[in-house]
């Protein structure tokens, strides 16, 4: 069952589901687009994320040596180090308990590590307090409700500001600038709503604003997608990844896909271990690994790996089936007045 604008769009089976659900709206099997894009009944307009331009180099942002922590004296994170670029945008994946958040909050203070040390652009951060690295991360929960607090969304949005100090003469223009970023603005009077009083998705873009407005470096994000429906997290990692002045994103997400189609590398953790980092492609190129830590592989994962030699990284479903069906155009281009191409050939294998 299928609801749209708070009516029935489609009761039945799936395959009939299939044949009329907007793959930009719901997550759909990737075959499902190349069958649209085939068809033409489907627009593609991909954006493909330009190629990241710093993996495994440059001067580090945000560096684990040897870390463990623990919670309620049961240690979570073992002794991991990692080093994440200041330009980079990379994303955690890992199954329930690999201590994904936990490795985010030791960075910012927020859990202290029993053992290693933490760095931030090459300096450790013992002596930093939790006020003065949100300058540098801006640190947005998994549950938006464990940091909204104030009375309407403004004073939600300019508490951080006016605790550091900033100009109140901006605070107008601040306001407006970071709701814009999360595409709150759409809603009239929205600043002097109660933020409880808005839906889970919108206080997760709340809170994403709320990190935003003290202007930070790079920005942590725990679980983006949840409470979004799959255009607005498509939407909303296109839209972070183009946010003026942020020069790195780290995230943590159970959705695999939107990891792989937006990050420019992936830190793979089981049982609080680090056992895989590097780009998308080479991450999920170990099946049994990619398995052994309770994730599972989608088309979309076995598509690019197959069109992996055209495209040299990990593409999102609109801009993958965008090649594939163009490759197959072509080719059928080159085949017009000789031998006709069998009905659908070069598209199914995607």
Do not use: C
């Not at 002794?79 to 994946?93: D, K, N």
């Not at 652009?121 to 006020?131: T, Y």
């Not at 901006?170 to 709503?193: N, S, Y």
């Not at 409880?196 to 990190?211: D, E, M």
Request: aromatic share 6%; net charge negative.
């Amino acid at each position: 069952v299928y609801l749209e604008d708070g009516a029935v769009a489609f009761d039945g089976p799936m395959e009939g589901f299939f044949a009329v659900a907007d793959p930009r709206a719901v997550k759909l099997p990737f075959g499902v687009w190349l069958e649209r894009a085939t068809a033409g009944t489907v627009e593609l307009r991909p954006e493909v994320p330009a190629a990241p331009s710093v993996l495994h180099g440059g001067p580090a942002r945000l560096e684990w040596r040897a870390v463990s922590a623990a919670y309620d004296g049961r240690e979570v994170l073992h002794s991991v180090s990692a080093a994440l670029g200041a330009r980079e945008v990379v994303a955690v994946l890992g199954p329930n308990g690999s201590g994904k958040t936990t490795l985010f909050k030791s960075a910012n203070g927020l859990v202290g590590h029993t053992a290693g040390e933490v760095l931030v652009d090459g300096a450790s951060i013992e002596e930093r307090s939790v006020a003065d690295l949100a300058t540098t991360f801006g640190y947005v929960f998994q549950n938006p409700s464990q940091m909204l607090f104030a009375p309407t969304v403004r004073e939600e949005l300019l508490f951080g500001p006016r605790n550091l100090g900033r100009d109140p003469a901006g605070f107008e223009q601040l306001v407006a600038a970071t709701l814009a970023r999360v595409r709150l603005d759409e809603e009239p009077q929205i600043a002097d709503r109660a933020p409880l009083t808005l839906s889970f998705g919108q206080q997760k873009r709340l809170s994403t604003a709320v990190a935003l407005a003290l202007q930070p470096r790079t920005l942590v994000l725990d679980e983006p997608s949840a409470g979004q429906d799959h255009r607005n997290a498509v939407t909303f990692m296109r839209e972070v990844r183009r946010i003026e002045g942020l020069e790195s994103v780290y995230f943590v997400t159970h959705d695999a896909d939107l990891a792989l189609a937006n990050a420019d590398r992936i830190l793979l953790l089981r049982e609080g271990r680090l056992v895989a980092d590097g780009p998308p492609l080479e991450v999920i190129a170990d099946r049994a690994r990619w398995e052994a830590s309770n994730l599972r592989y989608t088309s979309l994962m076995e598509a690019n790996l197959r069109h992996a030699d055209r495209t040299h990284r990990f593409l999102d479903a609109a801009a993958l089936a965008a090649i594939v069906t163009g490759g197959a155009e072509a080719e059928r281009g080159r085949n017009d007045g000789a031998q006709p191409a069998p009905h659908g050939a070069g598209t199914n294998g995607g």
